[in-house]
């Protein structure tokens, strides 16, 4: 049963708008969420995190927000560019965790010039 | 930012022989350590985690006799995919844990069995 979902498999923005990425997560007990980047034959890169504890945060074009009573958060990318296209994973860390993660099975997002 | 890397990016081996995948955290300690792999076009999914002195904690459906994990050290872990089959080739990926928080991934390596 997947405790972390990204239901949407791709998403396709024009150069310049808006990017937002959405996941929906089961388990209330996480206490950590990070989005990640990846580009084929490569390792994730840390793009973004926020705790259980906030609602929000910014870091340049990137915002994570976080909304625990439905238990999803979304990543917003403003202005998207077209370097910006890549697959990308949200992840859920448990409480009391080692701090291994739990994916998403990722969004490709494809910026349009 | 953090750094980890990852070793071999990539390589091909021969069905029924022994690979050995290195992952280093450069600049940080890390006492435990993450092994995923990946299909195509799926999430990543956890494999083992590896505790710095002690045995890895493998998820279900994991054979641990045939991905041997081993962290010497506070800054390595080594995978070894033992008698490999051309159904173990896939993306492997590490990931270190640091105590200020986060986790930072290596490269990855891709693995072809022939």
């Known amino acids: 049963d997947q405790q972390v979902k990204q239901n949407s498999p791709s998403l396709s923005v024009q150069e310049g708008r808006i990017s937002i990425l959405n996941c929906d997560y089961t388990?209330?007990?996480?206490?950590?969420f990070l989005w990640y980047k990846k580009y084929p034959a490569e390792g994730p890169t840390f793009l973004i995190s926020?705790?259980?504890?906030?609602d929000k945060n910014e870091d340049g074009r990137f915002t994570v927000f976080l909304n625990k009573s439905a238990k999803h958060l979304s990543l917003h990318i403003v202005p998207s560019q077209p370097g910006d296209s890549a697959v990308y994973f949200c992840?859920?860390?448990?409480?009391?965790?080692?701090?291994?993660?739990?994916f998403g099975k990722g969004t490709k997002l494809s910026v349009k010039p | 930012g953090a750094v980890v890397s990852q070793h071999p990016s990539r390589v091909i081996c021969k069905s029924g022989t022994s690979v050995k995948i290195e992952c280093r955290s450069l600049?940080?300690?890390?006492?435990?350590m993450f092994w995923y792999r990946q299909f195509p076009k799926q999430s990543l999914m956890l494999m083992a985690t590896?505790?710095?002195?002690?045995?890895?904690?493998?998820e279900q459906g994991v054979e641990k006799d045939k991905f041997l994990i081993n962290h010497a050290s506070l800054t390595l872990s080594t995978l070894t995919v033992t008698s490999a089959h051309p159904e173990d080739s896939s993306f492997y990926i590490c990931?270190?844990?640091?105590?200020?928080?986060?986790?930072?991934f290596g490269q990855g390596t891709r693995l072809t069995v022939v």
């Open positions: 990931s270190a844990a640091r105590t200020q928080g986060g986790a930072f």
């Open positions: 388990n209330s007990m996480f206490d950590y």
């Open positions: 926020i705790s259980s504890i906030k």
């Open positions: 992840a859920a860390r448990g409480l009391g965790s080692q701090g291994n993660l739990i």
């Open positions: 600049d940080f300690q890390a006492t435990t």
């Open positions: 590896s505790n710095e002195g002690s045995k890895a904690t493998y």
